[in-house]
């Protein structure tokens, strides 16, 4: 559980634009949709028809409902798939760059018991 909880906290405090920090408002996005799924709010975007989801509220807030609803499930849509394209090139760029990196610089101090060879 730990380990959880230090995998999350490490996630809280990554940069805007790195891996782990693309990776994280994706999880946030995914995790706000579900929850909006499972408390009903897909109920309320028949505001876009202009019938009421629910006779008991007003239509401001069935809309307001409905809104915050249809904006979770495109972002979950749109900008989630963006978001994990983009943590896997990040990553992919920043593990190619070090290792092209390390070849030009040669061995590094602690490598050098180590051959670059790996079979």
């Known amino acids: 559980m730990k380990a959880v909880f230090r995998f999350l906290l490490c996630l ?3 940069p805007i634009f790195s891996p782990a920090g693309f990776l994280l408002r994706a999880i946030m996005i995914t995790v706000l949709f579900c929850a909006s799924e499972l408390l009903g709010l897909r109920e309320y975007t028949t505001f876009l028809s202009g019938t009421s989801g629910n006779v008991n509220l007003g239509w401001q807030t069935a809309s307001v ?5 249809l904006l ?4 979950f849509i749109l900008l989630v798939p963006i978001l994990l394209i983009a943590a896997g ?3 992919g760029w920043s ?3 070090g290792r092209s ?3 030009t610089q040669g061995l590094a101090p602690a490598d050098e018991g180590r051959s670059n060879f790996r079979a």
Do not use: F, N, T
């Not at 409902?65 to 609803?69: E, K, V």
């Not at 979770?72 to 972002?75: D, E, I, Q, S």
């Open 12 to 14: 809280w405090k990554a």
């Open 65 to 69: 409902l409905g809104l915050i609803h």
């Open 72 to 75: 979770l499930y495109v972002g």
């Open 89 to 91: 090139l990040l990553a």
């Open 95 to 97: 593990r190619w760059k």
């Open 101 to 103: 990196q390390a070849a």
